[in-house]
């Protein structure tokens, strides 16, 4: 669940004046938020490639997840059936593994520090309008080993494939992950 502080501040909550200037883009994500609960980005540019929902804070009280270095399709997949998960009630929460979202292997939840949120979320920013706290959760997945990324054990080619989000980005090693972040 998210912070005890958290007052939705989207643009389905309140009328920020600008409704009228929502591009195309802004139009799907809020018809789908208010048709499923929320709405599934996904971002595919050179070797970068996540996904990432919106709408799970408003819809359902869970916070928002993305994931990375899958294919999109699968990520979506995947993001959704956790986004079911927090609709029927499921506690998403930093620390938890599920077994149920990749079969045969876990995921684990990582909460994401606030510092990535614009070089990633900007979508999700602009629909809860900038607003924090907002509670992102990176879910991670494991190598064919079923070793995490951050783990020592984890295969050298998987550990760049998913960046660590719950460091900061100055904390962050450096690649294709942290060369946005800050902007």
Not at 17 to 23: E, L, N, P, T, V
């Amino acid at each position: 669940m998210l912070e005890d502080s958290f007052e939705c501040r989207c643009i389905l909550c309140h009328d920020h004046g600008d409704r009228d200037q929502a591009d195309g883009v802004d139009l799907r994500i809020i018809d789908h938020v208010r048709q499923y609960g929320w709405h599934v980005v996904m971002v595919v540019d050179d070797d970068v490639r996540f996904a990432y929902t919106i709408g799970l804070s408003h819809s359902h009280g869970a916070p928002e997840l993305a994931m990375f270095g899958l294919d999109v399709y699968e990520m979506n997949r995947m993001l959704n059936t956790l986004g079911a998960k927090a609709a029927a009630g499921t506690e998403l929460k930093d620390g938890l593994r599920d077994d149920d979202v990749i079969e045969g292997r876990p995921v684990a939840l990582r909460a994401v520090d606030p510092a990535w949120h614009r070089t990633f979320f900007g979508r999700a920013r602009g629909f809860y309008r900038g607003q924090t706290p907002l509670t992102v959760l990176q879910v991670a997945w494991p190598d064919a080993d079923h070793h995490f990324h951050w783990e020592d054990q984890a295969r050298e080619r998987d550990r760049g494939r998913q960046p660590q989000l719950w460091l900061t980005p100055e904390e962050h090693p450096a690649g294709m992950w942290t060369a946005d972040a800050g902007n």
